[in-house]
Structure formats: C-alpha cells, structure tokens
C-alpha cells in the first residue's frame, strides 16, 4: 500500500506540474515527468516485490488471479488495498 501511494502521490504531481514546464515543448515536459516516474517505479517495484509481488496496479492482480496465482478473497483484498489508498491521496 505504501508503494502504491508513493507512486500515485508522485505521478499526481508530476501530471499536476508537467503542464506548467517552463521549457515551453510539451515534448520535452513529456519526456521530463515520463523520466522519473518510470525510475520511481521501477525502484518500488525491486523494492517491495519481493515483500508483496509488486501489485501495485489493480491489473497486475487481475492478472494473476485469472492464471490461478492469486485466490479470489485475495484479489479481492489487494484490489481494495490498491484502490482505498490511491483514492484517498487524489485531491
């Protein structure tokens, strides 16, 4: 759940200040936010995947209960882990 907020908190603000680039190319405040987000993640998911699977992502346990890896109470769980949290940080 931390991660997860982290990763929501962060590409919140990046999306937020992204259009306020002072570069002037949207391009670039592209590539700028894509960048950091994407290394953020990765760091998370190295991190705690080892400690939660790295089911950051509602998708991601989805996808594992459709190919038999997760139980169905357990999706359940994750999926509201995932969702209260992210929710909860939007403002």
């Known amino acids: 759940m ?8 962060r ?3 990046l999306r937020h ?13 592209l590539l700028c936010n894509t960048l950091p987000t994407g ?22 346990s989805t996808a594992m209960a459709l190919r038999g890896d997760l139980a169905a109470r357990s999706t359940a769980i994750y999926i509201a882990a ?3 949290p992210s929710t909860a940080l939007v403002r």
Do not use: D, E
């Open 11 to 13: 590409s919140g603000w």
């Open 82 to 84: 995932q969702v209260v």
């Open 39 to 60: 290394a953020i993640l990765t760091v998370l998911i190295l991190t705690l995947g080892p400690i939660s699977g790295a089911h950051f992502n509602p998708a991601v």
């Open 2 to 9: 931390f991660g997860h907020g982290v990763f929501t908190r």
């Open 17 to 29: 200040h992204g259009g306020k680039a002072r570069w002037g190319n949207g391009a670039l405040a």
